[in-house]
């Protein structure tokens, strides 16, 4: 891969794999880390799912400043509405400026050429929750397999980062492993996002883990 477009996300939260990881974190964090800047709540979603307060203290007490979400779901956050995560969140003096909510297919409405009513949600709570970056992981495979279906999903992320900016907030791709190998007239999915989507209206947050085991390398 070549490509000159690879801006981290502002107080991008540290990428942690793997569930059910709550112990081993908390121990990395208060025995062999000084600091740590922010978590990935998908790293314990398990404990997030069954107690989100009580997991949050935890992460809190351990020394984190930061969560990433990934539990966004009819309209609340882990259970919680916008308002009420928020306040959660205040309370255990912990910041959330990104999230991850996956923009697919499915979310344009073609019979109203428009967003459909849950991605407009999706949108209007990040903005209740706080958050400064709604961020998609992954392509939508069902639309990356021939070039036409491709630059219209493409068109999506440009369409969704306009939408964003009207409730003052950045859209950004999450990348995965699909778009490293696989490919659409000999060039790497990944490579035809970035020159498809507008760097105005797509950030993107690079997981070097999905970029690196597929063989993508970052080149000046």
């Not at 779901?73 to 308002?83: C, Q």
């Not at 967003?115 to 998609?136: H, N, P, Q, R």
């Not at 009207?166 to 950004?172: P, V």
């Not at 791709?173 to 699909?178: A, D, M, Q, R, V």
């Amino acid at each position: 891969m070549n490509t000159s477009r690879r801006k981290f996300i502002k107080n991008n939260a540290m990428v942690l794999a793997g569930s059910a990881l709550l112990p081993k974190i908390l121990s990395a964090a208060k025995n062999k880390i000084d600091h740590i800047l922010g978590v990935q709540l998908y790293s314990v979603r398990d404990d997030m799912h069954k107690d989100p307060s009580g997991t949050l203290k935890q992460l809190k007490s351990a020394g984190f400043e930061y969560v990433e979400h990934a539990g966004y779901e009819n309209r609340k956050f882990y259970g919680y509405t916008p308002d009420e995560f928020k306040k959660l969140l205040n309370d255990l003096g912990l910041k959330m400026e990104t999230g991850h909510s996956s923009l697919e297919a499915k979310q344009w409405d073609k019979s109203k050429n428009d967003f459909t009513d849950e991605w407009k949600y999706t949108i209007e709570d990040s903005a209740k929750v706080g958050l400064k970056y709604v961020i998609s992981p992954g392509v939508d495979e069902s639309v990356s397999k021939t070039m036409d279906d491709y630059k219209w999903y493409m068109d999506l992320l440009n369409k969704s980062g306009e939408l964003c900016k009207k409730s003052g907030l950045t859209f950004a791709y999450h990348s995965e492993s699909y778009e490293f190998n696989h490919e659409l007239d000999h060039t790497r999915l990944y490579d035809l996002l970035l020159k498809l989507t507008d760097p105005s209206l797509v950030a993107q947050q690079i997981d070097i883990g999905n970029m690196y085991g597929p063989g993508g390398r970052a080149m000046d």
